[in-house]
């Protein structure tokens, strides 16, 4: 499904590849955002419910999160080129034919959008896209949403402080891109005790979106 034979000094430890029981009927690579790597329990979850549901996942860490893992020492992520060349080599690695996804988790989701042109990408996905910098409405990174025209799906909290409903509804967005807001919900889509809903249920009711995202993509395939 992924060959890394031919990548010079790659880390083996650097990626999990965690496959469903059948034949599946996509493969995804989900990207960790800035602060948790690809062991977080947000993308655990996640993608435990896309194995049951026939996804194949490969998730991994960016250079600077893997030797954090190494010697323990917190540091700031990479610039855009390297998470960008960490993210092509898996990409570049994917030799399987089902239906390849790519996205990710904030920053994550961020550099698969800027390399969802690549001829093996059917699709992208975004937990939390940062549609800015926090405190910073201004500095806007649409471009790499606006700049291809293949299907996205953006799962965000509606009070989301990178990108919040009202602002991202402002956007001039594609047709291709369908974007989920949920109630209440932060940055990492958890609400606010008050509002009645649960962290749970907004990550539970995205991941249905994605796999009904990617039913739907994988369906007209092979129709």
Not at 85 to 103: D, H, K, N, V
Request: neutral net charge; aromatic residues 10%; contains cysteine.
């Amino acid at each position: 499904m992924f060959d890394f034979t031919q990548v010079e000094s790659f880390d083996r430890e650097s990626v999990t590849l965690d496959k469903t029981n059948d034949a599946g009927i996509a493969t995804m690579i989900f990207a960790h955002g800035a602060g948790a790597d690809k062991d977080s329990e947000f993308i655990r979850q996640v993608i435990a419910r896309l194995n049951e549901n026939g996804v194949h996942v490969l998730s991994f860490n960016f250079p600077y999160m893997q030797q954090r893992k190494l010697d323990g020492k917190r540091r700031p992520p990479n610039r855009m080129p390297a998470l960008q060349q960490a993210f092509s080599t898996i990409i570049e690695a994917y030799r399987g034919e089902l239906p390849f996804f790519i996205g990710g988790k904030s920053m994550g989701s961020r550099v698969a959008m800027t390399l969802i042109a690549d001829d093996k990408v059917r699709a992208g996905f975004c937990f939390g896209y940062p549609f800015h910098p926090q405190k910073k409405p201004e500095s806007l990174r649409l471009e790499p949403l606006q700049q291809q025209q293949k299907p996205v799906l953006i799962m965000q909290g509606q009070r989301d402080a990178l990108g919040n409903e009202q602002e991202v509804l402002s956007y001039q967005l594609g047709q291709n891109i369908e974007v989920r807001f949920y109630p209440d919900g932060d940055h990492d889509l958890k609400p606010r005790v008050k509002s009645g809903y649960t962290h749970k249920q907004h990550i539970e009711q995205s991941c249905t979106d994605l796999i009904n995202f990617v039913n739907r993509l994988t369906i007209k395939e092979h129709s």
